[in-house]
């Protein structure tokens, strides 16, 4: 019985993977907390963030959490690289 359950979320792991590509995997709240400070330095640098941290963009997404902590990390940067008048 458990080895079926096990089977069952191994299919669905594979399935979900097929669907979102290769590239995406997936990022917990502790990794994304660990990880927002460089995505959103990035992300204000033009650049790809989420090609340097695969799979954040898609946790913030589907994370209202993370969400609010990451608009309110770049409310914060943007202010402090505003240039002061
Ligand atoms: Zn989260």
Same mark, same amino acid.
């Given at each position: 019985? #458990?080895?079926?359950?096990?089977?069952?979320?191994? #299919?669905?792991?594979?399935?979900?993977?097929?669907?979102?590509?290769?590239?995406?995997?997936?990022?917990?709240?502790?990794?994304?907390?660990? #990880?927002?400070?460089?995505?959103?330095?990035?992300?204000?640098?033009?650049?790809?963030?989420?090609?340097?941290?695969?799979?954040?963009?898609?946790?913030? #997404?589907?994370?209202?959490?993370?969400?609010?902590?990451?608009?309110?990390?770049?409310?914060?940067?943007?202010?402090?690289?505003?240039?002061?008048?």
């Amino acid at each position: 019985m #458990e080895g079926r359950t096990c089977n069952a979320r191994a #299919e669905l792991t594979r399935t979900l993977s097929r669907l979102l590509g290769p590239a995406q995997r997936e990022v917990g709240c502790d990794e994304c907390f660990d #990880e927002l400070d460089r995505y959103v330095e990035v992300e204000l640098a033009a650049a790809d963030a989420d090609r340097v941290v695969p799979g954040l963009r898609a946790h913030l #997404e589907g994370c209202p959490a993370c969400r609010e902590e990451y608009e309110s990390l770049r409310v914060l940067v943007t202010t402090e690289q505003a240039p002061r008048a």
